[in-house]
Every structure is written in structure tokens, then in C-alpha cells.
């Protein structure tokens, strides 16, 4: 499929005829010009209008949210629901203002009689009609839009896949420095709903789709290169040469290079630096994951652009605060640390301990215990122990001081990024994913600013006992949440969590962004580590009161800079 097709279904239509509904809903003589009254044919509540232009008949549900037409207005030949102040003209029913139109249905006179016939469409005409009106919610951010097209392409037999695709065609060539928080979330909504059947897929598709519309709402597309294989890949991207990263990209693609090959390229170009705070990989991650779910075959709606964010993330090896750990990063042997098996009967129950309560990054205590039986993924695992406890023992004070930038957030991406390198560890082991470990740790230790800063809280535990997440979660009650989530098998549990996730409790896309990728990632690195452990920290951040401050934070450390000339406290 090409990436202008539109999706269809297999349904063989049914004749018209047996598709209709004919009814006589009143006499001429009963309808003055202006009058609009409610009838029925079938099933169906029909508004019928008199205008100056003869008698119409239009849907009475205005397509908003269902309230009556005809307890609205009639003004010349345009309807008016006046709840909304949506208008549609009564002789075609397209609407003027508001975001989509409403069913017009055909009149005959039969004398005095008004007889209205409803022809239903088939799930073929239902497609073929919702996916223009998607692509125009999409383009414009109704959410209303998205979500009514999303649940008639769903009953009309159309794949998730499908409908989350035309979020990623449509913001993808419009994220002006390459897909970001919007593509990492849709990626992980996809494989929710995909997991989920009937009405349940829904709620993870819209959610998807608000944060593909809400970031590309008012951009251009920009053009992409012809495919040129001659730049060398890994040093476009240390180049910043996002026209030869595009380029090489599309190369690939239309060369029919192995999948697995191009999947190796943009792992290594994502383990060469750390790329912003995680995201290299993270997003790196979502790409694929996003690709195996619709197929290969879309990859270049997607691929190209996914060059340009990791083209253009910042290298923070590169910075001040990072040149000790990379003096010890670049003194690690990572062929010995990629070879070196995970044993068996190896055991260090004190790892997260000593990952965790450090002054430094603790790069040698890595290495050696990869090197002493762990093997990478023991080392994730403790990295993903250590990360959730860093969570269940933040002290919430932090959230609430404005003069201080560290937040939730700076913690919940240690758990994400080890995801994301376990991800690559499993498709595509080697040194390059060694070194992805390593930063993985010095997250870790970063993480650490706000305990340095103000001290640790007592890391909270729980007592499994039945309760209700997502009411834990409304009403920010984290001991609650986290006993129901002890009380529950890792499925279960992960399960409730994304749904609170998706439940619109968070404000900010990018909150909404980071508890969908918290709450997955949670959820798969309990099964990796056999711990409810990353479930209770991810419990504990949804339940717990934040104050995010981005508005507040950015006016503060503008004044500071106006004033000082100095940089923000990290």
C-alpha cells in the first residue's frame, strides 16, 4: 500500500434496495417556510425543514455530540443547532461552521405528502467517506472529529493500524526537528489497542491521534530528497547533514536493503552519543515497533524523519556535566562487555543498592558486574529495579519548589531508556548496545539531582489489597494505588495502569506523552525482571500530585538569564 491509498474493506455491498428505509413524514400543507419538525423513517430521527428552496430532510443528531436540530434555528436555508452553534445548509447538508457534515436524505412530494426515503450505507461507503473527514480532523485538531471517525472506521471494519497510520503520515513530514513525544506515544497507543478489541481499541487510537494532530496542527510539510545512496549514514548524522540522512534513508528503502540492516544503522547512529536524555534510543525504539505493527512497506512515511531527530538531538556526552563518565565509558572494553554471558547461578541482590546510592556515575560498578555474571541484561535489570525505587522514594517537596527544575519527569525517562536498550540488547546485541547500557547508567546517577539537592524521601511500599487504580490515580491517592497494584498479577496490573494513563488525568500532551510510555514500559520491565517493582513506581507517579510548572519555569530562568547571563541550574 502505497502511502496515498486508502484503506478498504473486504464487505461486498448489499443492493440499495434492500439498504432503504421510505416513510411519508408529514403533509406539505402542515409545513410553513421556516418550520423544522422531528420525524421518523425507520430507525432513523429525521429533521425536516421547509426553507424557501422546497422541504429537506437531514439527519435531527447534529454530528457534534447528537443534540436535536430541530430544537435549534432555521435561517434562510441554514440549519442551526444551537448548542454549538454549528450551522449546515438544509439543501446538501454540509456544515459551514463546526467540523463535519450531516446526513441529507432524499425527498419526494407525493401530493400533499412529504415521503422520506433513508438509503443506509454500506461499510464500504462508510469508509470511503470517514477517512477524508479523519484526515481533515487530523489537519485541523478536533479531537471531537477524530474520535467520532475513529469509532465509525473501527465499526466499518477498518485496522487500527490504518487509522493511527494517517496521524503518522500527516505529523511526521510536519515535526520541523523529526518525530518526537507524539510518534513515541502513538507507537505504544497502536500496540495498546492492538492488544484490545471491539470499543476498548478506541480510547488508545484518539489518544495516539491528539498528540500527532496537536504537534503538527499549522505546519507545512516539508520535501524530502530523491534517494542517493552515496552519503555514509553514520557520519551524516555526526555531520547534522539531514538532507544526506534523508536521502540514504530512502536509498535503503527503495534498494529493498534488509529491514534488519537499516534497524542496525539507526541503533548504531543512536549509541555513538546520548542523545537527549534517552530519547535517541527511545524514539529509535518506537520507529520500529511503530513499523512492525503497520508494515515494512510504509516505512518511508516514517523512516526518513525518524533520521532527522536523531540527526539533530542534542549529544549531551559532549557536555560539561558528562565529561567524568565518558572518561570512564571510554575506558570500558565494550566487545567484552557485550560477550560476556549472563550465568545462571550469578546473583548480586545488593546491585540496585549500590547503582543507586552513589556521588558519581558508577560506570566501574556496571562493568564489573557485567563482567562477573550479569551479562547486559542482569545489569538492565537492576537499572530498571533501581530506576522504580528511585521513583517510589522521590520526594514530592520537589514538585512544588519553583525555584527548582527537576521534576517527575527526570526520573520516568531512566525507565523508559532502559526499555529501550533492553529493545535493542534483544533485536540487535552487540558492543554499540553495550555502550547504550552504559548511558543508561549515567541516567541513572542523573536522576539522582533532586535526592542530592533535597535528600530522600522514605521509599514507600506496599500492601497488596483490592482497590481501584484508576480511581487511586483520580484522586491522587499513591498508598491505594500501589496496594491495588501489588494485589494484581503483572498483566493485570499493567493493564490498569495504562488505562488510568489513557484517562485524560494528566493536563499537558507531554504529560499525557510520558505516562503512556511509563505505564508500557513499566509494565514489560516486570515481566523482564520478575518485579512488580517497575509497576509501583509507575503507580506511584500517576497517583501522585505534580505540579508541572512549564509556563512558571520558563518565565523564572528568563528573568534569571535577563538579569544574570547565567544558565539554569540543571
Known sequence: ?????????????????????????????????????????GERRIAVVRTKSGIHALDNACPHQGYGLVTGALADEMVVCQWHNWKFDARTGECVQGEEDVACHAVEIDGDNIVVSVTEPTDEEILEATWPSLRRGIEANYIGQIARDTARLLNAGASPQDILWEGIRHAAP???WGPGHEMAMASDCLTIALQRTGDEQALALVQGLSGLAEVARGREPYELPSPNSTPDFQQAVEDEDIEGVRAKTLAWLADGDDPAAVRHEFIDAA??????????????????????????????DLLPHSATTTAWETREDLLPYMRKTMAKIELAD???????????????RDLADRLLDITEAPIETATDAVLAGAG??????????????????HSLDVEFLDDDSFGWLDITHVTTMVNAVRWAWD????????RLALFATWLLFDSARGEQRHGVQEEMAASPAAGDIRTAVRFRDSQTALNAVAALNFEDAGNALIDAALADQSGAFIVVAHQ????????????????????????????????????????DESLDFIRTGKPPTR
Open 516 to 555: 503512556i510510555k511509563l505505564s508500557q514500559a513499566a509494565k514489560l520491565e516486570a515481566n523482564a525482571t520478575d518485579s512488580h517493582l517497575p509497576l509501583l513506581a509507575a503507580a506511584r507517579y500517576l497517583a501522585s500530585p505534580r505540579n508541572e510548572r512549564f509556563v512558571r519555569r520558563n518565565v
Open 376 to 393: 547486559i541484561e542482569g545489569l538492565l535489570d537492576a537499572l530498571a529495579i533501581a530506576s522504580a525505587r528511585r521513583m517510589l522514594r
Open 427 to 434: 533485536v540487535d546485541p552487540g558492543p554499540h548496545v553495550a
Open 271 to 300: 549509541s555513538r552519543h546520548h542523545l537527549g536524555y534517552g530519547h535517541g534510543i527511545i524514539y529509535t525504539q518506537k520507529t520500529f515497533e511503530l513499523l512492525e505493527h503497520v508494515g515494512w512497506d510504509r516505512a518511508a
Open 174 to 176: 510536519r515535526a520541523e
Open 334 to 348: 565494550l566487545d567484552a562487555l557485550s560477550n560476556a554471558p549472563r550465568v545462571d547461578a550469578w546473583s548480586d
Open 1 to 41: 500500500m502505497t502511502s496515498t491509498d486508502t484503506p478498504n474493506s473486504t464487505e461486498t455491498p448489499t443492493s440499495t434496495a434492500d439498504r432503504t428505509t421510505t416513510a411519508t413524514v408529514g403533509l406539505v400543507s402542515d409545513f410553513e417556510v421556516g418550520d423544522m419538525k422531528m420525524a421518523r423513517v
